[in-house]
């Protein structure tokens, strides 16, 4: 078993580092967050941080890199009020990976990728018509992270639109059935497959699969 | 496709609508979160919330619920300043999920389970055995989201263990080779395999494998 200690880790060269922490805490959700400035320009970007944050009323959140550069998600949704986060399936890995490439403001990801922008009963930020599962939101506040600069930014669920398919009778969404994937690290994407659903943990109850 | 308004999210059954929105963003990290007590009483609970913060110095978050009712993992680290992060591989997901079973303050789920409570280099929380990849945190701070009244938590990474055969050339660590999981919803386990590794998104370049 191989040790780091924190001393270790500091001393590691910077990509080394950045690949070794962003991978240790496990897989993470893979969504793309669309946006549209007021003057009309739309952005698309990639994120690994997007987490449950409530359910009544129902919440998001996601971790923003500090704002020591120019962030076009952040500027568009503090400008309009309005963001879309749209799920990665396996077909569309290497479009939206691109989404990370560094694009100038008046440059639309869109343009840059074959993925579709879309728009959804009136709502103002862009969907991603390939992505099986889109949720749009508001956004509702956000948190400066003082030890870093970073920001949780939280929206609120305004619509979220999915195939009948992949919900099952007690709400579920069956993810493997829209082949949703799952990021490792900051560069890799991986299909997961359903090992068991369980029943809800009781005391002194053996786990029971559903 | 269904479309689910804000309105129709808000008004459908309470378990339905917890099942739906917290799969609705996609995978999410699996890890155990191992303190205890300065009276030794030992905690262990599964997190489905843990992000990347920081790598730089190396540091992670995750979600805490209210504290409306007490937080065993919360108590036990904000009393002693540390706790434990340990990754829910394919072989312990009946143990794990069985962590979230609501048990007295007094019994350890150490107890309750057939995971191995293990203490590395004299650091106060305790580790779980069976976990591949362990990282041994100091509680840094807490923000309180005033929307519903969870926490970001904040730790910053002691120590870390994991095996050699995980790490590849870069730090990057390859988590099909240790069986790690990935969340789907509240109840659901899945196991991911790679799709693809992509290198640095560059403008103008089509995605390239590396």
Chains 1, 2 share one sequence.
Request: proline share 4%.
């Amino acid at each position: 078993m191989k040790h780091f200690t924190k001393e270790k880790l500091l001393s590691l060269p910077s990509r080394y580092k950045a690949h070794l922490i962003n991978s240790c805490t496990g897989y993470k959700s893979a969504n793309l967050i669309g946006s549209k400035s007021n003057s009309g320009i739309s952005n698309l970007a990639i994120f690994n941080s997007v987490v449950h944050i409530g359910s009544s009323p129902p919440m998001l959140g996601f971790i923003l890199r500090p704002l020591t550069v120019k962030r076009n998600t952040y500027a568009n949704f503090k400008e309009t009020g309005f963001f879309t986060v749209n799920q990665v399936n396996a077909s569309m890995i290497k479009e939206a990976h691109h989404t990370a490439a560094s694009y100038d403001q008046d440059i639309s990801e869109f343009s840059k990728t074959n993925l579709t922008e879309t728009y959804l009963n009136d709502f103002q930020a862009p969907y991603v018509q390939e992505s099986a599962i889109k949720i749009g939101c508001s956004y509702v506040n956000e948190y400066e992270i003082k030890e870093n600069g970073c920001l949780l930014v939280i929206g609120a669920i305004e619509h979220l639109y999915l195939p009948e398919h992949s919900i099952q009778e007690d709400g579920w969404l069956s993810l493997d059935k829209v082949d949703t994937v799952a990021i490792n690290g900051l560069d890799a994407y991986a299909l997961p497959q359903l090992l068991a659903r369980f029943a809800y943990a009781e005391t002194d109850t053996p786990t029971k699969s559903i």
